[in-house]
């Protein structure tokens, strides 16, 4: 008969099985994410077109305010899979499945030898987390520099936990900025360095900078980006290369160049509790048991073993890194006059980290009442959002319609209360296993449901099939004052995209037939001025403003209009 220890065991193998499989699930079964996904869908089908792979292109143009990996491992794929939407996004899977493993192994390097399963439950909960779930199947460049970072920092914390393989793990770790750099740019290289360097600072040791094997790093981080800045030079000269190191980077961050929100300092602190919910409110009794941890050092017996000891502090310094982390990353960007809350999400797998360790105790077994109130507060977040669900998409005349969202919110409240009444029962295990198979849930029926049903709500490959079955060679095709850079993808041709009016009647009153894509709105305020005009299409869209859902606003249209209406 196996214990009640391995039955534990095995259905949390179990939940982190079932976890990882919606990651990888109907890959190609949505379409394209107008936001972001488009251009890395898109341009390195343009690269693989023209057979340049220096210069990304998009919609034909010129493309450089990021550095070029991205379109170089989807083009890879693309070359050994197929062109498609779904090989697009394989590679940000495996990156989402790279960071669950990393938060798995910063757990494992910064847990203590009595606290047993941290990196099991890290890897769990970040595995559920629904954030990273909805990021994998659409945002290509956070999901890559998160890794790259992530890799970064679990390198460092090997080096620091296993001194003795040091010449192993930072090779590693210059390894990783490098390739991080060649994703979104010096930033990948920055903040690590202020990180690392925060902790050789707090601990006294600036000195050992000298034997981080900072020559050989160097010739690494170099020997990465260098070749790929060399060809642009050879091709550019510096234009592109100021503009993406300087408007991309310094500007953005310092001055807020092209951001257009202006956000409040705080502003990351509900996204640094959202992106990696649910263990992100394991962060509360985490940082306790940081310090409870800190006294207990202090006051170490000195008659504990040695290797006994050495292998404690050491495991307490790769906890106060992963605390670095996250702290050095939200700081730094709550001062940057550009805040987007993906910029803070490199600190996911550290706070995953920090989550499983809590769970299991780090500092000693963890107190019942710590962990039972932590619980308690998923449970609650858990059900208010299952009720938020329910409310939205199930009330009101069901603007917002989609497949499987009351089951959603049904899953989220019943999950929410179920683990209330374990906590109330002073099960907080049992309770934390109630939290995460509701996720799992929660997760399989997003992929499977809703987000199917989302397609009636995104009109690009709608529009693009009525499109081809008219358009010519010679057409034009037009969006004003629209963003659906999709579309490029879906009819393989140079879009005319247009904000001015002016430009816009003059293309429409032009000799060329011209297929245009626009807001409804926008299409009534043209007025009389668009009178040899007609509609061919109309498709609803989202408006994903939350005033607008919770105000049950109708949904605004996109339509597609030509001049030749014979």
């Known amino acids: 008969m196996p214990s009640a220890v391995s039955r534990y065991r095995l259905i949390v193998f179990v939940l982190l099985v079932a976890a990882v499989v919606p990651y990888f699930i109907d890959l190609n079964g949505s379409s394209i994410w107008d936001a972001n996904e488009a251009y890395y869908v898109e341009t390195p089908r343009e690269m693989m077109q023209r057979g340049d792979y220096i210069s990304p292109t998009f919609n034909h143009e010129p493309r450089f305010n990021k ?236 008659d504990a073993p040695a290797e006994e000891r050495s292998t404690e502090h050491r495991a307490f310094r790769v906890r106060t890194l992963l605390w670095l982390w996250v702290g050095v990353i939200v700081v730094f960007f709550s001062l940057s006059a550009a805040k987007q809350d993906l910029y803070v999400f490199p600190v996911v797998p550290a706070v995953a980290a920090l989550g499983g360790l809590f769970i299991a105790g780090a500092g000693g077994p963890a107190p019942a009442r710590a962990l039972g109130w932590t619980t308690l507060a998923m449970g609650l977040v858990l059900a208010i959002a299952g009720a938020g669900v329910l409310y939205v998409f199930e009330t009101a005349g069901k603007i917002y319609a989609l497949d499987g969202a009351a089951f959603v919110g049904m899953v989220g409240a019943a999950g929410g209360l179920s683990t209330l009444i374990l906590v109330l029962l002073r099960k907080p295990r049992a309770a934390l296993v109630a939290v995460v198979l509701s996720l799992v849930v929660v997760n399989w029926t997003f992929v499977l449901s809703v987000l199917p049903s989302f397609e009636r709500y995104k009109p690009v490959p709608a529009l693009s099939e009525v499109i081809r079955q008219r358009v010519a060679p010679d057409d034009v095709v037009a969006h004003y004052r629209v963003a659906l850079p999709s579309m490029v993808f879906y009819l393989g041709r140079h879009i005319e995209v247009m904000l001015d009016r002016d430009e816009f009647l003059r293309t429409i009153e032009g000799s060329r037939t011209v297929y245009a894509v626009l807001s409804a709105a926008d299409y009534a305020d043209l007025g009389a001025a668009a009178a040899g005009t007609c509609v061919l299409a109309r498709r609803p869209t989202v408006n994903v403003k939350l005033n607008a859902v919770l105000a049950r606003k109708p949904l605004p249209e996109v339509l597609l209009i030509t001049n030749r209406c014979q």
Request: charged share 15%; hydrophobic share 55%; net charge positive.
């Open 67 to 302: 550095p070029v990996l991205s379109y170089w491992v989807v083009a890879a794929f693309y070359k050994v899979f197929g062109v498609s939407v779904g090989v697009q996004r394989l590679p940000i899977a495996i990156g989402a499945v790279v960071l669950i493993l990393t938060a798995f192994f910063l757990a494992r390097a910064a847990q203590p030898p009595h606290a047993r399963g941290a990196a099991t439950w890290a890897a769990l909960g970040l595995a559920v987390a629904p954030r990273l779930l909805m990021f994998s199947r659409r945002i290509f460049i956070d999901i890559s520099i998160s890794m790259f970072m992530g890799l970064t920092l679990l390198f460092f914390a090997l080096a620091e936990r296993y001194p003795e393989r040091r010449r192993l793990y930072l090779p590693l770790m210059y390894g990783a900025a490098g390739l991080g750099v060649l994703t979104k740019g010096p930033v990948a290289l920055a903040l690590p360095g202020l990180v690392f360097g925060a902790y050789l600072l707090l601990h006294g040791e600036l000195k050992r900078v000298r034997g981080m094997l900072l020559p050989a790093g160097i010739v690494i981080v170099l020997a990465i980006v260098v070749p790929w800045y060399a060809a642009l030079y050879h091709q550019y000269g510096w234009m592109y290369i100021r503009s993406f190191l300087l408007d991309e980077n310094v500007a953005r961050y310092a001055a807020g160049v092209g951001v257009q929100v202006s956000r409040p300092p705080w502003y990351y602190l509900p996204v640094l509790l959202s992106d990696p919910f649910p263990w992100s409110l394991c962060l509360f009794g985490g940082a306790a048991a940081w310090f409870a941890d800190r006294r207990q050092a202090r006051l170490a017996p000195r």
